[in-house]
């Protein structure tokens, strides 16, 4: 796996939990060109996008998170971050870290549970 994902866990609504992804091994070599971002899987639904940054850092974000979650990257280490505030039980799911190249190619990590209990 070239995205690897940490920072998943269980937390009560209102919390906040932090994720991480690191580019690895070939991806770290145009991770800086690339857009990068979250995309989220909850029980029973489709994979939805949660926000992006591209290589510009501009940003755009789902609706449901908005003001909420941030997300952030840092080129010097390869690694991309979505800060999650306010939790709730929808947020439920499971996190998948996602690239897509300059040439359109797109890789994804393996995932990372996050489950937000009422």
């Known amino acids: 796996v070239q995205l690897q994902a940490s920072g998943g866990g269980s937390v ?7 994720l991480s992804c690191t580019g690895v091994r070939a991806i770290s070599s145009f991770f800086n060109p690339s857009t ?13 996008l949660v926000a992006s940054i ?3 850092f501009s940003t755009n974000y789902a609706d449901s998170v ?8 840092d080129n010097s ?3 991309l971050y979505l800060q999650m505030n306010s939790l709730k039980p929808e947020d439920t799911g ?13 890789f994804w990590g393996q995932g990372t549970q996050v489950t937000v209990s009422s």
């Open 54 to 56: 591209s290589n510009r």
């Open 94 to 106: 499971v996190y998948y870290c996602h690239l897509r190249s300059t040439y359109n190619q797109d």
């Open 77 to 79: 280490r390869k690694r």
């Open 36 to 48: 990068v971002g979250w995309y989220r899987q909850g029980p029973g639904k489709e994979r939805e």
């Open 12 to 18: 009560q609504a209102g919390g906040s939990l932090r």
């Open 66 to 73: 908005k003001d909420r979650f941030t997300i952030s990257r």
